[in-house]
């Protein structure tokens, strides 16, 4: 993607710069426990991205100013940060965000993650870095509805938009912090 970035004046002028690449790679959509809801992502940059007032509209989270997805790693944006760090520990180099406002739909949504309209200083028109249609029936793997499984990307170079690309975790509760794991062959 690239993005214009207005300067001032009467007239404008706009510079081209690439979108960031954060990933959503695993969306724990339908736990038994509803708190235990998160959605995965992993900074693809080779250096750090200011996630200040970027979103996910679905569930109704907004990052805090400050906050910032260093270089190649992954972070976290759960139901409830207290439960989830319940269930799953600490995770080494993993940031956990929270809570959500609203829950993943069960049945599937659209799970779209957009910047917050703002880079080197200027503001732009925000844009969507990454979207997920997910399912909860075939083509979607069946396993992560209600079953304590969550849904994980097969591999970081595949099309996540596409229900070929995802499958059930391995471990009930998912793999958060693992995206290494999940996508090795």
């Not at 190649?72 to 995770?91: C, D, I, M, N």
């Not at 970081?156 to 009930?172: F, G, I, K, Q, Y």
């Amino acid at each position: 993607m690239r993005r214009a970035i207005a300067r001032g004046g009467k007239h404008r002028r706009f510079r081209y710069t690439p979108a960031p690449r954060v990933k959503i790679t695993e969306i724990h959509h339908h736990p038994e426990d509803r708190d235990l809801e998160f959605v995965e992502m992993k900074n693809i940059e080779k250096r750090s991205v200011d996630l200040s007032g970027w979103n996910l509209p679905l569930v109704d989270y907004a990052f805090p100013d400050g906050s910032e997805a260093p270089a190649e790693a992954v972070f976290v944006v759960a139901r409830s940060p207290a439960r989830f760090q319940a269930k799953h520990g600490t995770l080494p180099g993993v940031q956990v965000f929270g809570p959500t406002k609203r829950l993943l739909p069960t049945g599937g949504g659209e799970l779209r993650l957009r910047d917050g309209g703002r880079c080197d200083g200027k503001s732009y028109f925000p844009e969507t870095i990454d979207v997920v249609r997910y399912g909860a029936s075939p083509p979607w793997p069946p396993a992560p509805d209600g079953a304590g499984r969550s849904l994980e990307v097969r591999a970081l170079s595949l099309d996540n938009d596409l229900p070929s690309s995802w499958r059930a975790s391995r471990e009930p509760g998912g793999s958060p912090g693992r995206v290494e794991e999940a996508t090795r062959p």
